[in-house]
Nanobody, 121 residues
Framework: QVRLVESGGGSVQAGESLRLSCAAS?????LAWFRQSAGGAREGVAS????????YCDNSVEGRFTISRDNAKNMVYLQMNILKPEDTAMYYC?????????????????WGQGAQVTVSS
């Protein structure tokens, strides 16, 4: 079983930045970030493969968010810049792709507990 622990969430003003981190208990090839706003569905933000190639699931974050990983530390990061109030959500780290579709929450077996990001205008 892969354990995932997110950190780095918080409350910021619009236009500011946050960096989320996720520590995995072991290496997995595909890691991803999802987010879920209050009353909303869990949606893909970005995924990254073992070679460091990222895929951005949401057009609204491209150019503002950057996913990266450190395989030596089993870490995945989400750098979030120019944050907007609509980015407010619980952000989850996911691992172990069980089927195709890296932006689909049904494709992942393991999940972290989440990190809250709140952006005020």
């Amino acid at each position: 079983q892969v354990r995932l622990v997110e950190s780095g969430g918080g409350s910021v003003q619009a236009g500011e930045s946050l960096r989320l981190s996720c520590a995995a208990s072991e290496y997995t090839y595909t890691l991803a970030w999802f987010r879920q706003s209050a009353g909303g569905a869990r949606e893909g933000v970005a995924s990254i493969d073992g070679g460091g190639d990222g895929t951005y699931c949401d057009n609204s974050v491209e150019g503002r968010f950057t996913i990266s990983r450190d395989n030596a530390k089993n870490m995945v990061y989400l750098q979030m810049n120019i944050l907007k109030p609509e980015d407010t959500a619980m952000y989850y780290c996911a691992a172990y792709l069980t089927q195709s579709g890296s932006c689909n929450s049904d494709s992942y077996k393991y999940w972290g507990q989440g990190a809250q990001v709140t952006v005020s205008s």
